[in-house]
C-alpha cells in the first residue's frame, strides 16, 4: 500500500473504467513511487488488473420506468433482450398485471440483468444490490446454540 499510484479513466457514458472487459477486468497503467523500479520492465510504470462492471448500454433507469409504464405490454423484457417473455407478457397484458408487479420488484432489487450478461449502467456508482451466496468455498462458523450432528 501506497508503493505504487494508479489513476484509472472512468468513461462517463457507463460510470465504469474505461477498457472493461466482459470478464469484469480492466487493465490500467500505474506508476510506482520513487525509488521504487518494477523488476520485470526495469522501469516504474506497469499495467494492473482492476475489477470493474462490464455494461453494454442499458440504463437502469430506462428499464425501471420501461416496467413500471409499458410493463403490462412487456417492454421491459423487450428492452432487457428476452423477447420470449416480453411477447408472453404482451399477449397477457402482463400476466393479469401481476407480471408487471412482479418485474417492478425484479428490476429494481436488480435481481434481474440485461440477456447478455452485462450490468447495469446507474450513474454515480448508485444502489447495487448483491446477493449473498453459499456454496463450497463457504465456511459456516458452528454456533453454540446449534445441535450435534
Not at 10 to 21: E, F
Not at 58 to 81: H, K, N, P, Q
Not at 115 to 131: L, T
Amino acid at each position: 500500500m501506497g508503493q505504487y499510484l494508479c489513476n484509472p479513466e472512468i468513461d462517463p457514458l457507463t460510470q465504469q473504467l474505461k477498457g472493461c472487459s466482459r470478464n469484469n477486468i480492466a487493465n490500467t497503467i500505474c506508476i510506482a513511487a520513487e525509488g521504487i523500479q518494477c523488476i520485470d520492465s526495469g522501469n516504474n510504470t506497469f499495467l494492473k488488473e482492476i475489477p470493474c462492471l462490464w455494461t453494454n448500454g442499458y440504463s437502469f433507469e430506462t428499464s425501471l420506468l420501461l416496467s413500471v409504464f409499458l410493463g403490462m405490454f412487456g417492454a421491459d423484457r423487450f428492452y432487457l433482450g428476452y423477447p420470449a417473455i416480453g411477447l408472453f407478457k404482451l399477449c397477457t397484458l402482463g400476466c393479469m398485471f401481476l407480471g408487471q408487479i412482479l418485474d417492478i420488484i425484479l428490476i429494481a432489487t436488480q435481481s434481474i440483468g440485461p440477456a447478455d450478461g452485462s450490468h447495469y449502467v446507474i450513474n454515480y456508482f448508485g444502489p447495487k444490490s448483491i446477493p449473498l451466496k453459499l456454496d463450497n468455498d463457504t465456511y459456516r462458523m458452528p454456533q453454540i446454540d446449534w445441535p450435534e450432528l
